[in-house]
């Protein structure tokens, strides 16, 4: 079972009226509901920890995961509103406006940090909740309470114009960085973390400080992923792109299907996990993601659709 920590929200996407109007549509968003959809329509035993507004855009949410598979037994319901993110799209490239103030996901506190099952193998960060207070700080205070005996999965899916405070939030994603088992980065987010290194180097770093495996995306470039004594690469798969949103959180879903297929998400499995079962992890990542951008919106792939 993987548990999805963080954002979810109401993606706000450009689109059209009965009469032509320029209009706003809404959709389940942020970038780790997202993920758990993904990992959810792909078979995966799923669970979902972020705070859900009982709002009607709350509503779409908790049927945007119930739907996909994913379960909510621990999503912290409350009264404040949900977070919108309206999306401007420009040759297909997403650019968001986020409206949080107050909202269920930003609000939710060390309190409500959950006692998790046994069957929970990893949990998954990241994105724009671990920027925001308090959530970010709930957020980093469980990964460090379950990093020793679970994989844990990092996903800082930086997004600069959101981070007010750059030297607070680089000091928090160093932390968690080093309490991480398995780390997905683009090339842009690592620019963020270090723009005087090149990629070889700040993943060098970050394996030696402990982390199993870092895989790095590059958009066109492909995916590649780092560990200790070697590294293995997938190219793109060739896709018709109608926008990217969602497109990373599908990749880490598809890739963390693959390695849960080959029973690697546990400490010791992951550590001693073989070449090509890294390079299909990656190559199915690929995959999944290429089906999401030919599409609308964040809308991943079922386990049919990839051949998983």
């Known amino acids: 079972m993987i548990l999805c920590c963080g954002d979810a929200l109401v993606d706000m996407l450009p689109g059209k009226t009965g009469s032509g109007e320029a209009a706003f549509v809404p959709h389940a968003g942020g970038a780790s509901?997202?993920?758990?959809?993904?990992?959810?329509r792909l078979g995966v035993p799923t669970e979902f920890f972020s705070g859900i507004s009982r709002d009607l855009f709350g509503q779409l949410l908790e049927n945007a995961l119930e739907n996909g598979n994913v379960g909510i037994k621990y999503?912290?319901?409350?009264?404040?509103?949900?977070?919108?993110?309206?999306?401007?799209?420009?040759?297909?490239q997403a650019n968001y406006t986020f409206y949080n103030e107050n909202s269920a996901d930003r609000t939710l506190s060390e309190s409500d940090l959950p006692d998790?099952?046994?069957?929970?193998?990893?949990?998954?960060?990241?994105?724009?909740s671990l920027v925001q207070e308090p959530c970010g700080t709930a957020y980093e205070a469980l990964m460090k309470r379950e990093c020793q005996k679970r994989i844990v999965v990092l996903d800082p899916n930086i997004r600069p114009s959101f981070i007010g405070d750059r030297?607070?939030?680089?000091?928090?994603?160093?932390?968690?960085?080093?309490?991480?088992?398995?780390?997905?980065?683009s090339d842009e987010d690592l620019a963020w973390f270090d723009a005087e290194s090149d990629v070889v180097a700040i993943v060098d770093?970050?394996?030696d400080n402990g982390t199993k495996l870092i895989i790095v995306t590059a958009g066109v470039k492909g995916s590649?992923?780092?560990?200790?004594?070697?590294?293995?690469?997938?190219?793109?798969?060739?896709a018709e792109v109608v926008d990217t949103v969602g497109a990373g959180d599908t990749f880490s879903a598809g890739f963390l299907a693959s390695l849960q297929r080959d029973g690697l998400l546990t400490k010791q499995t992951l550590a001693d996990a073989d070449d090509k079962s890294i390079a299909r992890a990656l190559a199915i990542g690929n995959r999944a993601a290429a089906i999401t951008v030919s599409r609308a919106g964040a809308n991943p792939p079922w386990a049919h659709e990839i051949s998983l």
């Open 167 to 185: 030297a607070s939030h680089l000091a928090r994603m160093n932390r968690m960085v080093a309490m991480a088992d398995i780390i997905k980065v």
């Open 33 to 40: 509901l997202n993920t758990a959809v993904a990992l959810g």
């Open 224 to 238: 590649t992923a780092y560990r200790k004594g070697g590294s293995s690469h997938a190219e793109v798969e060739p």
């Open 75 to 92: 999503a912290i319901r409350s009264d404040h509103p949900t977070t919108l993110a309206f999306v401007g799209l420009s040759n297909g």
């Open 116 to 128: 998790l099952d046994d069957d929970i193998a990893a949990l998954l960060f990241g994105a724009i």
């Open 205 to 207: 770093r970050w394996l």
